[in-house]
C-alpha cells in the first residue's frame, strides 16, 4: 500500500510518516524544504519499517510546484492508495486586528492548495476505482472562537469541501473523510502562553492535550479496510470538549 502525507517535517505529519511506515506502507513524504536531518530521519525510519518513504518538496502556495511534485509521484505508475492531506499553518488574531491579505495566504496554504492536490490525485485514484483521501479539519472548523475567524474558516472550508468531495468520488470508489482535532501538543500549538494551554487542557473531559500520534492513528484507521464504509465524516479527536 502507498500513501501520500503532506506536512511531513514535523508535528501531526512526522507522527503519520512514523505510524504509516510501522504498518507496511510505502510514503511519499511531502515537505516544503529539504534539510539533511529531515532526510536522515526518512532513511532511518524507512529502514526501520522495511518499506520505502521517497522525499517530495513543494511549497503550498506555489501551484506550479504543487503540480509538478504532485506529477513526479503519478509518473512513478504505482498505485496512489492513500492521500493523507496533514500540511496547513495556524493564527490567532481579532479581524480588526488582521490583515486581509494574510487571510488570503492563510487559505492559500489550507484550502486552496489541498484542493489543487486532490484535483490531481483524485484523477489517478479514479483510474484506479478506489482510493482513501483524509483531510485534516480541526475543532476550531466547529467551534466558532474570537481571533479564530481566519484560521477556523479555513478548516471549515477544508470539511465541507471533504463531504461535497464524499458525494462526488463515492461512485468512483474514493472515500473522503476529515479529522478534526482539538488542541494537539505540537510545535504549532506553541504560538499560545503556557496559562492558555492549561485552559485549554482543561476543557477536554480528559483534562489533557491530545498527543500527535492519536491524531496519526485515527488517520491509519480511516485509511484501512476496517473503515471501509466510512465516507463524508468529520471525526472529531479532542478529547470529549
Known sequence: MNVIITGCNRGI???MVE????????????????????EVWLKDTAEEAGVWIKPIYFELTDTEAINAGIQTIIDEGQSIDVLVNNAGISTVGLLSMSKVEDIEHLFAVNYFAMLRIIQKVSKKMARQRKGCIINMGSIAGIEPQPGKI???SSKAAV??????LAKELGPMGIRVN???PGPIETEMIHQYKDDMLE???SE????RLGKKEEIAQVALFLASEQASYINGEIIKVDGGR
Open 159 to 164: 470539511m465541507m469541501m471533504t463531504k461535497c
Open 13 to 15: 505529519g512526522k507522527a
Open 204 to 207: 477536554s473531559s480528559l483534562r
Open 19 to 38: 505510524v504509516f511506515a510501522s504498518a507496511g506502507y510505502n510514503i511519499w513524504a511531502c515537505a516544503r524544504k529539504a534539510t539533511l536531518e529531515y
Open 150 to 152: 481566519a484560521y477556523g
Open 199 to 201: 485552559k485549554l487542557a
Open 178 to 180: 476529515a479529522i478534526a
